[in-house]
């Protein structure tokens, strides 16, 4: 875990300043490069497990961190400085998640499987994603990086914060999953529940660390856009490399009224979460410090739940 927090630290560090010395805007920078590079955790992850067997950590890490990071991260963000937000620049990344999570439950709900070709289609949706992004923010005014600004950091030091940044990432992605599963049989606790709960958080750090670093500099919305873009890419992204890599079946180790628990917990409540949390900001262009504390009791309800089971 302090290898994935320092990495993902690293990473966006290095991810941003490279952004910022060619000018790029700052949307995109938190709606693109800061959402994947906070996201990468999820990525190794899900990928090291899906090829090592494990396609319920897979699966569980990716809905369990889209639970974590709205029902958490954004969740304390809200609840400590509730505030408006520009309701343009969470358009695009709503609309492709819910739209991802038409996919996801497509999947879980009619095939009970995810599909190479699955695989194939939320990648495509990634870059579609992207590319919608960068339509988005082609127009749109913003301040040129002052040369100041761009020289911050050297171009040999930010190329070294990368790469040490994304092997320290892979590193404890690593050493996450390796133990991670010996300590589920120890406990004798499903592999998908440590997934949802114990895994999911693990990996969301990074978002956690951005969203407590925005928060202190006061820029609560920047830590709203990148928390909505990660869940895109944990969706499309995350779920995709894996799933290419590694077909895998919707685990099936706990029942909630006699039905998968996947089924009538897990994903009704990634979708409860992510309403609470983009309707609001949508239509009333503010968030209230009523949605992060519901969204706080839900997350602590789900992990008691999970480990009740």
Known sequence: MLFLIKGGDWFVDGASALARRFHLPELLIGATVVSIGTTLTEVMVSTMS?????????????????ICNAA???????????????PKTLKTPVLFFFAAAVVYCFAAYVMGKFTRSMGIVMLAMFVLYMVANVMQVKNAPYADATADEA?????????????????????????????????????????SVIALTFVA???????????????????????LG???????????????VSVIRVPFSIPQSNTL?????????????????????????????????????????????????????
Do not use: W
């Open 72 to 86: 958490l991260i954004a969740a304390i963000t809200i609840a400590v400085r509730p505030g408006k937000v520009d």
């Open 201 to 223: 958080l693990g990996t969301s750090l990074p978002e956690l660390v951005t969203a407590i670093t925005s928060l202190v500099k006061g820029h609560s919305n920047l830590s």
């Open 151 to 191: 020289g911050e950091m050297s171009l040999p030091k930010t190329v070294i914060l990368l790469v040490v940044g994304a092997a320290a990432i892979a590193v404890g992605a690593n050493l996450l999953v390796d133990n991670g599963t010996p300590i589920a049989q120890a406990l004798g606790v499903p592999e």
């Open 50 to 66: 899906a090829l090592s067997g494990h396609g319920e950590i897979a699966y569980g890490n990716a809905i369990g961190s889209v």
């Open 257 to 309: 009224f006699g039905i998968n628990s996947s089924l009538v917990l897990d994903l009704p409540v990634m979708l409860a979460v992510m309403l609470i949390l983009t309707v609001p900001a949508l239509t009333k262009k503010k968030l209230y410090r009523g949605q992060g504390i519901l969204m706080l009791a839900i997350y602590a309800a789900f992990c008691v739940v999970q480990f009740v089971l």
């Open 226 to 240: 990148n928390v909505v873009g990660a869940n895109v890419f944990n969706l499309v992204l995350v779920s995709g």
